[in-house]
């Protein structure tokens, strides 16, 4: 994406509410990364290495000790919690386009309400209603009885099966997949048995979706989404699973049916919670973990199975030492005369016993 939006340093500090140092009419055009700064461009630096990487003529945003010699630059105390502003100044503005595009194939019974957006190839069902100013740009399905909340996005080829629910500003990256079946099957003599997927997907406001994430529609009752939570590409979320406010799911993390992720929680990366498994409130889950039980409120836990970080940590340091441990071991047997027969031997009575 190429951000380049003109305006002065000076100008740019009164928007952020940051004091300017050096040059204040120097035009900034964009914002750059460390390496690919130029002196009509700003960077946004939090630490030595990444200032290392500056050229001397580049404005800075940085806290002051970056700033010296009368580099231009922003003062900011906090610059990471200064980026999302400075980014959604440079970002391109959404596109103006309203009502729906010609070749879109939309319901004489859904509800679209002023001001929304059916982008091209669209197909929005029967009883579905999408409110105002949502957008769905491209080659997105809206089944039947879907609700689209106000000001939300679904960029191209999301899927919203029938009852789906979506709150209002949310993000739905390309190629979600919201309110398909839930793995449910029962195993007979006949054969494998399909269990019916009866319930929907329930989405709070403000929640982020990443591109090719699945979350499945509850066998009896609804999975849940809470406002507030953001979550990544290619996570797979089971029926009837509920995942709170506020909470962060990172990629390639998948939610077992009927699980429970309380408010507030972090999951890393690859992370398997396990069916009717309940996360409490604030717990962070290390990346990998194998979440096989409950986790205390506040807990940090990682590993297979999951347990306290710190025992895990333990655990993997420990394993490393292994092969020094089994020579070791060899050694002390050697000294003591233990052969291998002898050895075997005593195993095998001992399981014998």
Not at 67 to 82: E, F, I, S
Not at 141 to 159: M, Q, S
């Amino acid at each position: 994406m190429d951000q380049d939006r003109r305006t002065s340093l000076s100008e740019l500090g009164k928007i952020l509410g940051l004091e300017v140092t050096g040059d204040g009419t120097r035009v900034i055009r964009k914002v750059t990364a460390p390496e690919e700064g130029r002196s009509d461009t700003l960077c946004v630096i939090w630490d030595t290495k990444s200032m290392a990487r500056v050229g001397c003529d580049v404005p800075v945003l940085g806290k002051p000790e970056f700033l010296k010699d009368g580099r231009p630059g922003l003062l900011a105390p906090d610059p990471r919690g200064t980026l999302p502003s400075l980014l959604r100044f440079f970002a391109p503005p959404p596109s103006a386009a309203r009502g729906v595009h010609p070749s879109a194939a939309v319901s004489r019974e859904a509800e679209i309400s002023e001001g929304a957006w059916i982008g091209p190839f669209c197909v929005v069902e029967p009883g579905a209603v999408v409110e105002a100013g949502a957008r769905l740009l491209a080659n997105v399905y809206v089944g039947p009885g879907v609700r689209v909340g106000a000001g939300t996005v679904a960029e191209p080829h999301v899927v919203l099966m029938d009852g789906t629910q979506v709150g209002k500003n949310c993000l739905l990256h390309a190629g979600c997949a919201l309110g398909c079946d839930g793995f449910g099957f029962l195993p007979s003599e006949a054969g494998i048995v399909k269990i019916p997927q009866i319930g929907n997907v329930i989405v709070g406001d403000d929640v982020e979706i990443g591109a090719c994430t699945a979350i499945d529609r509850g066998t009896i009752g609804d999975t849940v989404i809470g406002s507030g939570t953001k979550i990544d590409n290619h996570v797979q979320i089971g029926h009837n699973a509920r995942v709170g406010r506020h909470c962060i799911v990172c990629a390639m993390t998948g939610v077992g049916g009927s699980a429970v992720v309380e408010d507030g929680v972090t999951v890393s990366a690859q992370v398997g919670v396990g069916d009717h498994v309940r996360v409490g409130k604030g717990a962070i889950l290390g990346g990998r973990a194998g979440v096989t039980h409950d986790v205390p409120e506040g807990a940090v836990v990682s590993g297979f199975p999951a347990r306290p970080h710190s025992e895990a940590l333990r655990s993997q340091v420990l394993a490393t030492r292994l092969p020094e441990l089994y020579e070791r071991i060899k050694g002390l047997e050697a000294a003591a005369g233990i052969t291998e027969r002898r050895r075997s031997s005593a195993q095998k009575n001992e399981r014998e016993k």
